[in-house]
């Protein structure tokens, strides 16, 4: 059942989301060659804990040890971090944070371009954000979730990338996973109404090649590939409902404005 959060409930997730922001605006600044993933969840961590005084809302979740998700180059999602995987020139990285604030959940993930990213993974990467603003755009009262899907979809695969299929976005508030889920490709018109005081998230996973996955288990997590080992990319949003339209909980500094000129 999808939850219709009332206006309590969504000023506690406003709270939520612009802290989650808060933590990718901060990494941003310290993510560059040489770091180790390791130390991109320990700055998290520190940063939500310490500055934030919150909750990293991963850790622990379903037995996952860190804070954050980073999936670096061909992984799709639920990368791992390391202290052997050290970022160099040319990666590609999605960093993935969730923040518990009062009990409610933030969810949000940027992609880095790490120095001298070659052309095509900086298009990748910017098409997949497109992507999500395009899904993002649609969103109002009365419009369908398969609306979403087919606004991110389409602009994937007039750009010449695939959208993976297995995983989705998902409503959010007092757990990290509520209903409904969010798929990134699908027909106008088709799938749950979308009604004011939802919350879910948005998150399109982009191939540059085919979207075939494959899984690897690492220390008891399922971590996702690109079949092909060619580059994935993801970004993530938390949208609220609104009586004409939709806020982004999540939204950074950096993006104001970006939805003007859909």
Same mark, same amino acid.
């Given at each position: 059942m999808i939850a219709i959060k009332s206006p309590e409930q969504i000023e506690k997730m406003r709270v939520a989301g612009k802290l989650t922001a808060k933590v990718l605006e901060a990494v941003s600044? !310290?993510?560059?060659? /040489?770091?180790?993933?390791?130390?991109?969840?320990? !700055?998290? $961590?520190?940063?939500?804990?310490?500055?934030?005084?919150?909750?990293?809302?991963?850790?622990?979740?379903?037995?996952?040890?860190?804070?954050?998700? &980073?999936?670096?180059?061909?992984?799709?999602?639920? /990368?791992?971090?390391?202290? &052997?995987?050290?970022?160099?020139?040319?990666?590609?990285?999605?960093?993935?944070?969730?923040v518990v604030a009062d009990g409610y959940y933030g969810d949000s993930s940027k992609m880095f371009c790490i120095g001298a990213a070659p052309a095509h993974a900086r298009?990748?990467?910017?098409?997949?954000? $497109?992507?999500?603003y395009r899904g993002i755009k649609v969103v109002k009262p009365n419009a369908t979730l398969g609306d979403i899907g087919h606004a991110i979809q389409s602009h994937?695969?007039?750009?010449?990338?695939?959208?993976?299929? $297995?995983?989705?976005?998902?409503?959010?508030?007092?757990?990290?996973?509520?209903?409904?889920?969010?798929?990134?490709? /699908?027909?106008?018109?088709?799938?749950?109404?979308?009604? $004011?005081?939802? &919350? !879910?998230?948005?998150?399109?996973m982009i191939n540059q090649g085919k979207p075939d996955i494959k899984h690897i288990e690492k220390d008891g997590w399922g971590i996702a590939l690109t079949k092909d080992r060619k580059l994935s990319a993801q970004w993530?949003?938390?949208?609220?409902?609104?009586?004409?339209? !939709?806020?982004?909980?999540?939204l950074r500094d950096e993006e104001k404005g970006v939805f003007d000129g859909l």
């Open positions: 600044e !310290f993510i560059k060659p /040489g770091v180790s993933t390791m130390e991109v969840d320990a !700055f998290c $961590e520190r940063y939500i804990v310490d500055v934030l005084k919150a909750i990293p809302g991963s850790k622990g979740q379903y037995g996952y040890p860190y804070s954050v998700n &980073t999936s670096l180059n061909h992984v799709i999602c639920h /990368g791992m971090p390391s202290a &052997t995987q050290l970022l160099k020139s040319g990666d590609i990285i999605n960093v993935d944070v969730t298009r990748l990467v910017e098409v997949t954000q $497109e992507c999500l994937a695969e007039k750009n010449h990338y695939s959208v993976v299929r $297995e995983y989705c976005g998902h409503g959010i508030g007092q757990k990290m996973h509520e209903d409904p889920q969010v798929m990134h490709y /699908g027909k106008p018109g088709t799938g749950p109404v979308i009604q $004011e005081g939802m &919350t !879910f998230t948005i998150e399109p993530e949003h938390t949208i609220l409902v609104t009586s004409t339209g !939709f806020e982004v909980l999540t």
